[in-house]
């Protein structure tokens, strides 16, 4: 069975028999369900067995990812692998194969937590689309009046809570995504947010794409105040704020290009705030009008 979906106006394809059991975990994928009839990004297939690794050539660690999970990338018979692996252990938990391109990927778990089928889903779009004016954004974002405003921070510091203060006191405010939305570049120069089928530990799985009003970065302080970032301030911001994977060139070139379009397009803001309604108030009588 093959299926087809499209996010933020990028299709892909996910392969596998009719009675695999990853299926049932396809839910919040059905939103952006469409008909197959043209070429995909890129196309994904799931692997019944693991195929031979010897004569991979090493090339990078990534440090840092959550849950104390982290990726590796090695070369093998010209194309990417990438691992995920829980520091202290040494047998991946999924392995991703791909192309140069990043137009096939085949992916191969060790065990059967599906979120890690999702997490290689959500990593090859952030690849495939690195030349294509797109980032895959760590952010929580909340539409008003035909807008949406993406919510930055550090894990904890208060995206969904500041998006639920927009949405609980301020008449007309929906949520759009509050894990990983998708900026992007549209085919008439406008910065753009899109709902993905990936949204963290909230359900909200929105195929609507609005046009970004501003980008907010949340930090926790005793008083609320706003200020607007400077070029190289917001640059700082957004490069902290997006999965991308610098370590290859072709990638980390079309990462700057986007940021450098959405920097010089969308205002910037740092929001120093407690969790309360008047700092809700604040940001969006600043960003909003």
């Not at 996010?7 to 939103?31: C, R, T």
């Not at 290009?257 to 108030?281: H, I, R």
Request: with cysteine.
């Amino acid at each position: 069975m093959k299926r087809t979906y499209q996010v933020a106006g990028q299709k892909f394809s996910l392969e596998m028999p009719d009675g695999n059991s990853y299926w049932k975990s396809m839910q919040s994928y059905e939103p952006f369900l469409v008909e197959d009839d043209g070429e995909c990004l890129f196309t994904v297939s799931m692997l019944q067995k693991l195929p031979s690794i010897r004569g991979k050539q090493f090339v990078r660690t990534d440090e840092g990812e959550s849950d104390g999970l982290y990726f590796e990338l090695s070369e093998l018979n010209g194309e990417w692998l990438f691992v995920m692996l829980k520091h202290g252990e040494d047998l991946p938990l999924v392995y991703l194969f791909t192309d140069k391109a990043f137009k096939q990927g085949r992916i191969y778990l060790e065990s059967d937590a599906v979120f890690l089928m999702h997490t290689m889903l959500l990593l090859l779009f952030s690849l495939a689309t690195a030349g294509r004016g797109a980032l895959m954004m760590h952010a929580s974002v909340t539409m008003c009046d035909g807008k949406g405003y993406l919510f930055l921070g550090r894990s904890g510091t208060g995206k969904s809570t500041h998006s639920q203060l927009w949405i609980d006191n301020i008449p007309g405010c929906e949520l759009l995504n509050d894990d990983n939305p998708v900026l992007y570049i549209d085919t008439e120069g406008i910065i753009r947010v899109s709902g993905t089928p990936w949204s963290g530990k909230t359900p909200c799985y929105r195929n609507i794409t609005v046009p970004v009003g501003a980008i907010v970065r949340i930090r926790q302080a005793k008083e609320n105040r706003i200020q607007r970032l400077s070029f190289p301030e917001a640059y700082a911001i957004l490069f902290a704020s997006y999965s991308g994977y610098h370590a290859l060139r072709q990638l980390a070139d079309g990462y700057h290009a986007t940021s450098e379009k959405v920097v010089t397009s969308v205002p910037f803001y740092v929001l120093d705030c407690l969790p309360d309604a008047d700092a809700a108030f604040l940001c969006h009588n600043t960003v909003a009008h």
